[in-house]
């Protein structure tokens, strides 16, 4: 298996307590962009000194600007179903939890997408249990049809991302065949022993079968997955050189890595405490766990979601945060039960703030919120994507893509205090357009949308 477990213990043993002469080394190395080993990386991750924590975090912080500028793309997650046959230790939706199970029917998606529409969102993460017989691969392809057909004024939802249980080749070829974003997969652990413990006797609890998924997803064709780890269950160090070691097998027998990783850390929810888990991450270890992701794969995506308070969301997004939820409800049709002020969860979540007054905070930070969902309608994914982000050229085209749809969020969802935050920035962003000619063709499409035209992708 690609996952070496003696090896990773090996280098984390090898790279104790490391001098700042070494960090500083595997920096250097970093800043050039020469790639870094799986020893480089656990140098960094034994660092503990504060000034070589701030040095790490001084180069995640100019490797995200560098490569993905002022933007920050939002999305929310959608769950359909909380069945499930699993016993996962650590999560609300375990088959031991007795409540009132429910999925939702296509009526009900369809109103959460509503719902969704009018909170601005253009990018979903599908999300359901897993269960063959009360939600098997039919269901989700059913509610991926009709999340797509919900349209709604100007309301509609461009790119879904599908978070299910790992899966046959053949069901993730009817995923592809439905047009999906990114296929999501969290490996929850890459520690063997860890993974078994946390999963017992039960479908998912098949370490092997769980981490091969992304290359079932390949060969079915779907060229982004994104991956994650549920920090929380075993070291953390031994995690991101496992998120590595998978990253680079896919890398080698694909062509292309990690579209994005999510960072999820363990929350209580319904039977689950957090008495018993030794490995929680301090804030000091997850912020290091960010920056030295952002460092290690300076391409790939990093997706924070409202598990985390609004205070380490802002301060993530500087160390390399790329993607965040805004908005959203981890319990299924949650959405409608908020506005009717009864909402349930899968676990708890730590920012509720709806999407404008997170994105007034990004604008009064100078970030560009971005609902653009453009690479996926036009074909730019796994490695078409990938030498379009190497080659720096994804800066023509995410940027003023960004500013576009930046606007049409504020024309369609905004008040007058986030258009006039949001005008400024768009007003600065257009004019720093490094071509000339995608300069102007950002400029005519942002007059269009003024009166109303909507066809403005690049
Ligand atoms: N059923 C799908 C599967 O098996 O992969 C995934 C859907 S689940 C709704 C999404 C993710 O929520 C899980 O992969 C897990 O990492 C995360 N999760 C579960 N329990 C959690 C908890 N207590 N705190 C934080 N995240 C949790």
Same mark, same amino acid.
């Given at each position: 298996?690609?996952?070496?477990?003696?090896?990773?213990?090996?280098?984390?043993? #090898?790279?104790?307590?490391?001098?700042?002469?070494?960090?500083?080394?595997?920096? #250097?190395?970093?800043?050039?962009?020469?790639?870094?080993?799986?020893?480089?990386?656990?140098?960094?991750?034994?660092?503990?000194?504060?000034?070589?924590?701030?040095?790490?975090?001084?180069?995640?912080? =100019?490797?995200?600007?560098?490569?993905?500028?002022?933007?920050?793309?939002?999305?929310?997650?959608?769950?359909?179903?909380?069945?499930?046959?699993?016993?996962?230790?650590?999560?609300?939706?375990?088959?031991?939890?007795?409540?009132?199970?429910?999925?939702?029917?296509?009526?009900?998606? /369809?109103?959460?997408?509503?719902?969704?529409?009018?909170?601005?969102?253009?990018?979903? /993460?599908? %999300?359901?249990? #897993?269960?063959? *017989?009360?939600?098997?691969?039919?269901?989700?392809?059913?509610?991926?049809?009709?999340?797509? +057909?919900?349209?709604?004024?100007?309301?509609?939802?461009?790119?879904?991302?599908?978070?299910?249980?790992?899966? &046959? *080749?053949?069901?993730?070829?009817?995923?592809?065949?439905?047009?999906?974003?990114?296929?999501?997969?969290?490996?929850?652990?890459?520690?063997?022993?860890?993974?078994?413990?946390?999963?017992?006797?039960?479908?998912?609890?098949?370490? =092997?079968?769980?981490?091969?998924?992304?290359?079932?997803?390949?060969?079915?064709?779907?060229?982004?997955?994104?991956?994650?780890?549920?920090?929380?269950?075993?070291?953390?160090?031994?995690?991101?050189?496992?998120? !590595?070691?998978?990253?680079?097998?896919?890398?080698?027998?694909?062509?292309?890595?990690?579209?994005?990783?999510? *960072?999820?850390?363990?929350?209580?929810?319904?039977? *689950?405490?957090?008495?018993?888990?030794?490995?929680?991450?301090?804030?000091?270890?997850?912020?290091?766990?960010?920056?030295?992701?952002?460092?290690?794969?300076?391409?790939?995506?990093?997706?924070?979601?409202?598990?985390?308070?609004?205070?380490?969301?802002?301060?993530?997004? +500087?160390?390399?945060?790329?993607?965040?939820?805004?908005?959203?409800? &981890?319990?299924?049709?949650?959405?409608?039960? @908020?506005?009717?002020?009864?909402?349930?969860?899968?676990?708890?979540?730590?920012? %509720?703030?709806?999407?404008?007054?997170?994105?007034? =905070?990004?604008?009064?930070?100078?970030?560009?919120?971005?609902?653009? &969902?453009?690479?996926? @309608?036009?074909?730019?994914?796994?490695?078409?994507?990938?030498?379009?982000? +190497?080659?720096?050229?994804? +800066?023509?085209?995410?940027?003023?893509? /960004?500013?576009?749809?930046?606007?049409?969020?504020?024309?369609?969802?905004?008040?007058?205090?986030?258009?006039?935050?949001?005008?400024?920035?768009?007003?600065?962003?257009?004019?720093?357009?490094?071509? %000339?000619?995608?300069?102007?063709?950002?400029?005519?499409?942002? %007059?269009? !949308?003024?009166?109303? #035209?909507?066809?403005?992708?690049?």
């Amino acid at each position: 298996m690609f996952i070496n477990h003696d090896f990773i213990y090996k280098i984390l043993e #090898e790279t104790k307590n490391p001098t700042n002469e070494e960090i500083k080394e595997v920096l #250097e190395k970093a800043k050039k962009r020469d790639g870094l080993s799986y020893k480089d990386i656990a140098i960094l991750l034994q660092a503990e000194d504060k000034n070589d924590l701030e040095e790490i975090y001084k180069l995640a912080g =100019e490797i995200k600007k560098d490569i993905y500028g002022k933007r920050v793309v939002v999305f929310a997650p959608l769950y359909v179903s909380d069945y499930c046959v699993n016993n996962c230790v650590y999560c609300g939706y375990k088959r031991d939890n007795k409540f009132t199970r429910r999925k939702l029917t296509m009526e009900e998606v /369809a109103e959460e997408v509503r719902i969704l529409e009018k909170m601005g969102h253009k990018r979903l /993460a599908l %999300e359901l249990g #897993e269960d063959p *017989v009360n939600a098997p691969i039919d269901y989700a392809l059913e509610c991926l049809d009709t999340i797509y +057909k919900t349209q709604n004024a100007n309301g509609e939802i461009r790119r879904v991302n599908v978070n299910i249980a790992a899966t &046959t *080749v053949e069901n993730y070829k009817k995923l592809n065949e439905k047009g999906i974003g990114t296929y999501i997969l969290f490996q929850e652990t890459y520690h063997e022993d860890s993974y078994n413990k946390m999963h017992p006797k039960s479908l998912k609890g098949d370490y =092997e079968y769980h981490l091969t998924a992304f290359d079932r997803a390949m060969e079915a064709g779907i060229d982004d997955v994104g991956a994650g780890v549920l920090f929380g269950l075993a070291d953390p160090r031994f995690e991101v050189l496992g998120l !590595m070691m998978h990253n680079a097998h896919l890398e080698e027998k694909y062509g292309v890595g990690f579209h994005t990783i999510s *960072v999820p850390r363990l929350q209580p929810a319904n039977g *689950v405490t957090l008495e018993n888990y030794p490995y929680l991450l301090d804030d000091k270890m997850f912020k290091k766990v960010v920056a030295i992701l952002r460092i290690a794969v300076p391409f790939t995506g990093l997706i924070l979601s409202t598990r985390e308070t609004p205070k380490m969301r802002r301060e993530l997004l +500087k160390y390399g945060v790329s993607q965040i939820s805004a908005g959203s409800s &981890t319990g299924v049709g949650g959405y409608k039960q @908020r506005e009717e002020g009864e909402e349930i969860k899968q676990f708890k979540t730590n920012d %509720e703030r709806s999407p404008i007054e997170i994105l007034k =905070e990004l604008l009064d930070d100078g970030y560009i919120p971005s609902y653009c &969902t453009a690479c996926y @309608r036009k074909g730019r994914t796994g490695d078409r994507f990938m030498s379009l982000a +190497k080659s720096g050229n994804i +800066k023509y085209v995410c940027e003023p893509n /960004a500013i576009m749809t930046l606007l049409e969020f504020t024309l369609d969802y905004g008040d007058k205090e986030l258009y006039d935050k949001a005008q400024e920035i768009i007003n600065t962003e257009v004019e720093n357009i490094p071509r %000339e000619d995608i300069k102007n063709m950002t400029k005519a499409s942002l %007059e269009k !949308m003024k009166n109303g #035209e909507r066809d403005f992708y690049l």
